[in-house]
């Protein structure tokens, strides 16, 4: 199950956090992910992807359109669009 990541985000901040997290997913960053695979929820960005990876609901996250201008949703996205990618290799599979 692979695609291309699309970052739809036109906020030059908002784009730069989404392509930080992606990069951090496909190098398994310690920020996102424990040496032994596990998620790390220690931060707020982390927190969010993970919300986004697990299929968390959008509307009841972010139900206006201010709050999907947000560093948070962009970190959501960016979980959302990583179910697409290789799983890294410390990531259990």
Not at 43 to 61: E, H, I, K, T
Request: some cysteine; aromatic content about 10%; proline content about 9%.
């Amino acid at each position: 199950m692979s695609r291309r990541v699309q970052n739809r985000f036109r906020d030059p901040m908002l784009r730069k956090q989404f392509d930080a997290l992606i990069d951090a997913y496909r190098r398994g960053h310690p920020s996102l992910l424990g040496p032994d695979g596990t998620k790390q929820r220690g931060n707020a960005a982390a927190q969010a992807f993970w919300s986004g990876f697990d299929s968390g609901d959008v509307c009841r996250l972010y139900p206006t359109p201010a709050s999907r201008r947000t560093i948070a949703y962009a970190c959501f996205r960016a979980g959302q669009e990583a179910t697409w990618l290789p799983r890294p290799v410390c990531l259990p599979g």
